[in-house]
């Protein structure tokens, strides 16, 4: 299964030419590329799908979506590689 899993983009930085961000994950934090959402900033929530940030979304639906994905916690940790805390 592959997922889409909202993020807090705590960092952005340069790497070889491509917009990388540290994104926070509900405690989880991993690094995703930005190049597909130039104007995700920090403190934006975006949407990361196989280290790639695919589209912003709001703080709430960000927070709605990884209450569902908690209570899908096998899927999760499949996808991240750890559970979400």
């Known amino acids: ?9 705590l960092e952005i930085r340069d790497d070889a030419g491509l917009r990388m961000a540290t994104v926070d994950f509900g405690g989880v934090r991993r690094e995703a590329c930005l190049d597909y959402t130039p104007g995700a900033g920090v403190g934006a929530y975006v949407i990361v799908h196989v280290g790639f940030a695919i589209t912003e979304v709001d703080e709430a639906e960000a927070r709605r979506t990884l209450d569902v994905l908690r209570a899908m916690a ?9 559970p979400l805390p």
């Open 74 to 82: 096998d899927a999760v940790e499949t996808e991240l590689g750890e």
């Open 1 to 9: 299964m592959c997922l889409g899993i909202p993020g807090q983009v």
